[in-house]
């Protein structure tokens, strides 16, 4: 079972300091169904919500405009960076290295 600390540690990665979405039970479930890899359930929950803001359109009101779309989008890409981090680094391409040649 999911300790408390790596609930609160899971709710810090995909911004839900309240339990209104996700209860505390839920997350411990989820956690211990892949053997506690926070960074994976969070690139799932990050793609849940993209799912749930996929049908946000943006919106104008006079002077007052909420680009709800934008949601989607961001989304999208924090569920990337706990996929391993490639929308960090902005590639796909794994790193490569070299030995040093000394001289």
């Known amino acids: ?8 540690a899971l709710r810090r990665l995909i ?7 996700y209860t505390d039970a839920v997350l411990s479930t989820r956690l211990d169904a892949i053997a506690g ?26 002077n007052s405009v909420r680009k709800m779309s934008q949601l989607y989008a961001q989304a999208v890409k924090m569920a990337d960076v706990f996929d391993g981090g490639a929308a960090v680094i902005g590639t796909k391409r794994p790193a490569r290295t070299r030995p040093i040649e000394r001289q």
């Open 1 to 8: 079972m999911a300790t408390p600390d790596q609930i609160a």
């Open 15 to 21: 911004n839900e300091p309240d339990a209104t979405t």
């Open 37 to 62: 890899d926070a960074n994976a359930l969070a690139s799932v929950i990050w793609r849940e919500k993209a799912a749930t803001y996929a049908g946000l359109i943006d919106v104008q009101e006079g």
